[in-house]
């Protein structure tokens, strides 16, 4: 079945393309070169005028596990204001903060997002990670493993083991757990927190191991260099949301000595201390480090002003945080030596001074940092807002009369601190491209998504371009998974069940000597049953596939 | 059949959903030969016994062949204008297959051990609770408060795999701890003390309090920790026991609070778990104190997963407009069958066949019911369905709701699995 998209304008930053007329092909579920000799065009559709993108990527993106069953368990308020019927093609669920999986796969597609990462997977819930990925259908998922605050790296870490042991642990989580990357959480925090520690600076001693959260970081980004594992180490940094935070997120950057690492929602990690209120922006500093360390890549993790829930790993953080949750509960967990928990619902509100300069610091950050490879448009879903606030977000981005405005209805001590209104720039659609697709698979090291070349995976996108920007992104007018027209103008017409992403980082099996005797002599399950094969994972796809990931480096951002 | 062996297999029998055991298979049926419980022992020998030469399926009372048993099945489905699928005591794998024909149908969804979790599960929508898990507990608790319960009887490997164990993470020798029963029943507990309450690192020991008297201990236990009783107050509650309780608290350096909601069968028993709640969100104001919210049995955390990822909501959830309407009040089995609201129950049991089916009266009743369930003489249909971890494979999530462990198939008894069986209900029906 040959497809032919004629004569769209091709944004696809991958390959320099930015609005060049031409004609794309796609065949049996790839962007082909054009029809073969005697090949029939099948069908042909004519895009004249439309923007063409490969699909979205949302590189940090809570779409399944633990925490997020636990939002939606705790929510059925919010749920209720945003029902999903079933209909000829779609399962019923419910949208907004804490999504049904099914509502999940259908609102991203019909976004004209292909493919997405849910970066918090606890070793210990991974299977309940895939079993939800599983029932998210059309786009592909990934995850990120998550480590830092497990008993067995930090007993490595104390008992001094050599970097190559760590590196096969590392591997062996990796591979065990059917993840992309792997992700620290305020290393060494979360288990700092279950001996009653309350705070952990990046140069403090876990009390019980006596490691820092900076030999953590360092350690593990040292691990997926070597392990020549695509995604850099992705770290939530120590200190999420204190005031003065900046300088531990400028500290973690220089901690990693030179090796490469991502660090995400940095929004959250970017607050001074200045002001009457002690709370303040310096994005500008934050950006600038960004900017002069090409290792150093980062997702902004934008608040949106309404009702979300936040959903993290970090327990300790999410822990002192309760008292802030809006309505009032919280969920705190800690996690079979391995992690935590913690799930608090928030209400940010742009008159509230706090939240209102939260905004216009991630609007800071996204609009200073200079390398659109570099940074990632992201809302660390539903942390800092709904998926489904992109288009808004992007428009923000796009238009500064829109953000102007925007800006002039928050607190207005807020507005006075940030240096928002004097910003002139305004992203073009190429950057936008580049943020939301070429730079993602980039990062990710996934060489046939995010662009429009010969060989991708014909994940396509055609937009109507709108003076409006937040109208063309809400509602593309076809989006295309693997080959198969899946939504067009917003509205799901074909239910396809997208891949997982995994990579297979190379390990000395030996390690699983060590951790088959640990699991028997200190954990409730057994080392078999931990594991996830490579059968299981498929199985779970729902009939997409499983596709592994070469390790290998990739080049340098462009 | 050739006999066989395999160790490391997970037992659906319970929330603790032990992973340790050796099963064997054989013309004789499954049994656990492993360090299983008596429980699992039972259990297993029961619903994993052989079923050659026997019926597996019948029609009004009557043995049947399954595929008459399937369509019948199917004409009281596709006849259903307000079923309720009930029982739902399976895995993961048969829950998927499940909400695929509830969302077709426009089910109503419940399960048979529902009203014990809708005590937890109000507390957690009210409020919020601070809980940890089954391995955090073996390593960490230097003090365990089992409240209202022993915990063996309805888990009966707790203390000797999470308790009462030789090696932890963070002890050289082994953790001294101390397990304080507060209201639980005395012979229960007499019983825990001879076998598991032997061990030199473990103290034991009861504050002995009337079941009916719990909630008012469970107050009185919150206000003694947060130092907000009055000083003249006067009780026949153990107050010198109870107090020196609250200062062991907080004193400790990881508390765990263990309750099971499904036996604290009172009026508004959730105000009861939140007073324990909030009493561990005080104590975490200066030391570290978690719940342990036992339940899991029967599959209901397996089944509730699901449900919540795929509809957002837990059971007691309705489909019928076409998206989930959750009431924990009017969609419970029994509200709905006495009010005549449903008018077809499609009831699955899969793991304890002990487990009763309710009287529907003269509503069909269509029962996938394990291997040991005795023949339901008014049931429209009943249909002999394999049972995951004995001759169905899935998933199983255990008591903490964070580990979901994989339910091998040991042995064939070609027998349908629940989610064949809802893939064939389903496909024979057009859209409601």
Redesign the interface.
């Known amino acids: 079945m040959l497809t032919r998209l004629k004569g769209g304008r091709i944004v696809d930053p991958a390959r320099g393309l930015d609005g060049v007329v031409a004609d794309l092909y796609l065949r049996d579920g790839w962007i082909v070169a054009g029809p073969g000799q005697h090949e029939r065009i099948d069908e042909d559709i004519d895009v004249s005028g439309r923007i063409v993108m490969a699909g979205a990527i949302d590189m940090h993106t809570h779409i399944?596990g633990?925490k997020?069953?636990?939002a939606?368990?705790?929510l059925?308020e919010d749920?209720r204001g945003d029902?999903?019927?079933?209909t000829?093609l779609c399962?019923?669920?419910?949208g907004h903060a804490?999504?049904?999986?099914?509502t999940t796969g259908y609102r991203y597609a019909a976004m004209g997002y292909t493919a997405c990462f849910e970066p918090a997977m606890?070793p210990?819930?991974a299977?309940?990670a895939h079993?939800?990925m599983g029932?998210t259908p059309i786009i592909d998922k990934g995850a990120y493993a998550m480590l830092g605050s497990d008993?067995f790296l930090l007993?490595l870490m104390r008992d001094g083991a050599d970097q190559e042991r760590i590196n096969d642990y590392v591997a062996w989580t990796i591979a065990s757990t059917q993840a992309l990357g792997l992700k620290v959480v305020n290393p060494g925090g979360i288990s700092e927190?279950?001996?009653?520690g309350r705070r952990l600076d990046l140069d403090q001693e876990n009390q019980?191991y006596h490691v820092t959260p900076r030999q953590i970081v360092h350690t593990l980004a040292r691990a997926l260099h070597e392990l020549k594992v695509p995604h850099p180490l992705h770290v939530h940094a120590s200190n999420l949301g204190v005031p003065g935070n900046f300088q531990t997120t400028l500290d973690t950057m220089v901690g990693a000595e030179g090796y490469p690492i991502h660090l995400t929602h940095i929004q959250f990690h970017s607050y001074g201390t200045e002001g009457d209120r002690r709370f303040s922006s310096e994005a500008a500093r934050i950006a600038e480090a960004i900017n002069r360390n090409p290792q150093i890549t980062a997702d902004v993790g934008q608040i949106m002003f309404g009702q979300t829930v936040t959903c993290s790993g970090d327990s300790m953080s999410q822990?002192r945080n309760?008292a802030y949750g809006s309505p009032?509960?919280?969920?705190?967990?800690?996690?079979?030596?391995?992690a935590g928990c913690g799930?608090v619902p928030f209400r940010y509100k742009d008159k509230n001074f706090v939240n209102a300069l939260q905004w216009a610091i991630g609007l800071e950050i996204f609009l200073l940092v200079e390398d659109p490879w570099r940074i990632f448009l992201t809302t660390d879903h539903p942390n800092g807002a709904p998926f489904t606030s992109y288009p808004h977000l992007i428009r923000l981005l796009m238009d500064k009369t829109f953000r102007r405005d925007a800006l002039a209805q928050i607190h207005p001590d807020a507005a006075a601190m940030s240096t928002l209104a004097s910003i002139e720039r305004e992203y073009s659609l190429y950057e936008i491209a580049i943020m939301t697709r070429s730079a993602p698979a980039r990062i990710l090291g996934l060489h046939d998504c995010g662009h429009l070349g010969v060989g991708a995976r014909a994940d396509v996108v055609v937009y109507r371009e709108d003076a409006n920007p937040e109208l063309m992104f809400t509602a593309p007018e076809y989006v295309f998974k693997n080959g198969t027209v899946v939504a067009r103008n917003g509205v799901i017409v074909a239910v396809t069940w997208g891949d997982i992403h995994v990579v297979k980082p190379q390990f000395d099996r030996g390690i699983e000597k060590s951790l088959g005797a640990y699991f028997e002599?200190?954990?409730?399950?057994?080392l078999?049953?931990f594991r996830i094969g490579d059968d299981?994972v498929r199985m779970l796809t729902n009939g997409g596939g499983l596709r592994v990931h070469a390790c290998e480096r990739h080049g340098s951002p462009a | 059949m050739q006999a066989a062996s395999l160790t490391?297999q997970?037992c659906p029998f319970c929330g603790l959903a032990c992973?340790?055991l050796t099963l064997v298979a054989d013309d004789n049926g499954v049994r656990a030969a492993g360090p299983a419980c008596a429980r699992a022992t039972r259990l297993f020998a029961t619903v994993g016994a052989p079923v050659q030469g026997q019926a597996q399926a019948w029609i009004d009372g009557q043995p049947a062949l399954l595929e008459a048993a399937i369509l019948r099945a199917q004409q009281h489905l596709g006849a259903a204008r307000a079923p309720l699928f009930g029982g739902l005591s399976t895995d993961?794998t048969g829950m998927?297959a499940l909400m695929?024909l509830a969302?077709?149908r426009g089910a109503v969804l419940d399960h048979m051990n529902a009203e014990g979790k809708l005590r937890n599960?109000r507390t957690?929508?009210?409020?919020?609770?601070?809980?940890?898990?089954?391995?955090?507990v073996?390593?960490?608790s230097d003090l365990v408060v089992c409240f209202g319960t022993d915990v063996a009887t309805r888990y009966p490997r707790f203390f000797e795999?999470?308790v009462c164990v030789d090696?932890?993470?963070?002890a050289a020798s082994p953790l001294q701890r101390e397990v304080v029963f507060v209201g639980a029943p005395a012979e229960a507990v007499a019983a825990v003390m001879q076998t598991d309450g032997t061990r030199a690192a473990v103290t034991m020991t009861a504050i002995d309090i009337a079941v009916d008297r719990l909630p008012e201990a469970a107050a009185l236990l919150r206000g003694l920790v947060a130092g907000t009783l009055p000083p003249e107050l006067v009780t026949d509650l153990p107050l010198a026991a109870l107090r020196t309780l609250a200062e062991r608290l907080r004193a400790a350096?990881?508390g765990v609070i263990v309750w099971v909601a499904a036996d604290m069968d009172w009026p508004h028993a959730e105000l009861t778990i939140q007073a324990l709640t909030g009493l561990i969100g005080t104590i975490?104001q200066t030391?570290?104190c978690?719940g342990l919210p036992l339940g899991g049995s029967d599959g209901d955390f397996s089944a509730d997963?699901v449900m919540?990822?795929?509809?957002?909501?837990?059971y007691r959830t309705s489909?019928a407009?076409?998206?989930?309407q959750?009431d924990p009040v009017m969609n419970a089995t029994a509200a709905l069958l006495t009010r005549n609201e449903v008018d077809l129950l499609l009831w699955v049991s899969t793991f304890d066949p002990a487990r009763s089916v309710p009287d529907t009266g003269a509503v069909p009743l269509v029962a996938l019911t394990g291997v040991g369930t005795p023949v339901l003489p008014g049931a429209a249909v009943q249909i002999q369905v394999a049972t995951p971890g004995v001759d169905a494979s899935g998933?199983y999530?255990r008591a903490?709701?964070?580990?979901?462990?994989?339910l091998r198939a040991v042995t064939d008894r070609q027998l349908p699995t629940v989610a064949q069986l809802a893939r064939r209900f389903a496909s024979g029906l057009g859209?409601v």
């Open positions: 399944g633990g997020v069953n636990i939606r368990n705790m059925p749920h029902p999903v019927h079933r000829e399962r019923s669920g419910c804490a999504p049904s999986t099914l606890l210990a819930n299977r309940q079993l939800e029932d008993d007993r927190f279950k001996f009653n019980h822990h309760a009032r509960k919280s969920v705190t967990m800690d996690i079979e030596c391995d799930v002599r200190y954990m409730t399950q057994r078999g049953n299981e | 490391d997970a992973d340790d993961v998927r695929d969302d077709q599960l957690v929508q009210d409020a919020g609770w601070i809980t940890t898990t089954l391995s955090e073996r390593n960490r795999r999470c090696d932890t993470l963070f350096q990881y975490n030391t570290r978690a997963a919540l990822w795929q509809t957002g909501y837990p489909l407009s076409g998206t989930g959750y998933y999530f903490d709701k964070v580990v979901a462990l994989p859209a």
